[in-house]
């Protein structure tokens, strides 16, 4: 499949059991593929501001909540009568108290999920679903929830990593854009 999960253009092969170490073998030869591992994988999916479902997103979290409304058809929000529509539709409507975004870390080391986000003072307004080091941006980058406004971009916000808060800053994603390959019109 082409479906772009690592927010890179490319593709996503499954094979046989049995073909796995030929086809290996086969691509690996040329000189321009190397394997890459989950740690590379997940990078790549947090620079393009992609979620994993589990961690940034769950069946607890709205797609308003996690800033993917471009994902609900126009006809849909307007009929509604779909799968959550009557809390999708509240939510557009009267709006949301949290909301996911994305934050570079000032200094110190990267948050990983689950990490409390803290407010100038002192009070916990959110939390990390996703971190980890950018190697395209050579710094730290994350996402996460935060209650309203504290997730506006801009905003300066603590994370606490290891026992120590250090300072993030909101911002929007994708961190690095994308570079899809589009057919010439």
Same mark, same amino acid.
């Given at each position: 499949t082409?479906c772009?999960?690592?927010?890179e253009?490319?593709? %996503?092969?499954s094979?046989?059991?049995?073909?796995?170490?030929?086809?290996?073998?086969?691509l690996?030869?040329? %000189?321009?593929v190397?394997?890459?591992g989950?740690g590379?994988r997940?990078s790549?999916?947090?620079e393009?501001g992609l979620?994993l479902?589990?961690n940034?997103i769950d069946?607890? $979290?709205?797609?308003?909540?996690?800033a993917? $409304?471009?994902?609900i058809?126009?006809?849909r929000? %307007?009929?509604?009568g779909?799968l959550?529509s009557?809390v999708?539709?509240?939510?557009?409507?009267d709006?949301i108290k949290?909301r996911?975004?994305?934050f570079?870390?000032?200094?110190g080391?990267?948050?990983?999920?689950? %990490?409390?986000?803290?407010?100038?003072?002192g009070?916990?307004?959110?939390?990390? $679903?996703?971190?980890g080091?950018?190697p395209s941006?050579g710094r730290?980058?994350g996402?996460g929830?935060?209650?309203?406004?504290?997730?506006? $971009?801009?905003?300066?916000l603590l994370?606490?990593?290891r026992?120590?808060?250090n300072?993030?800053t909101?911002?929007?994603?994708?961190?690095v854009?994308?570079k899809?390959?589009k057919v010439p019109?």
């Amino acid at each position: 499949t082409r479906c772009g999960y690592t927010g890179e253009d490319g593709f %996503e092969i499954s094979m046989p059991t049995n073909k796995t170490v030929e086809i290996f073998e086969l691509l690996t030869s040329a %000189e321009e593929v190397r394997p890459i591992g989950l740690g590379a994988r997940d990078s790549l999916r947090l620079e393009a501001g992609l979620c994993l479902y589990g961690n940034d997103i769950d069946d607890d $979290t709205s797609p308003v909540e996690a800033a993917l $409304t471009w994902t609900i058809g126009k006809r849909r929000k %307007e009929e509604g009568g779909f799968l959550g529509s009557d809390v999708i539709l509240k939510q557009l409507a009267d709006g949301i108290k949290k909301r996911r975004f994305g934050f570079v870390v000032e200094a110190g080391a990267p948050p990983r999920g689950h %990490e409390p986000l803290f407010n100038e003072a002192g009070e916990q307004v959110g939390q990390v $679903t996703s971190g980890g080091y950018s190697p395209s941006l050579g710094r730290s980058i994350g996402m996460g929830y935060a209650e309203k406004p504290f997730n506006k $971009t801009g905003t300066t916000l603590l994370v606490e990593v290891r026992r120590k808060r250090n300072k993030v800053t909101a911002c929007k994603t994708p961190f690095v854009p994308s570079k899809y390959y589009k057919v010439p019109e």
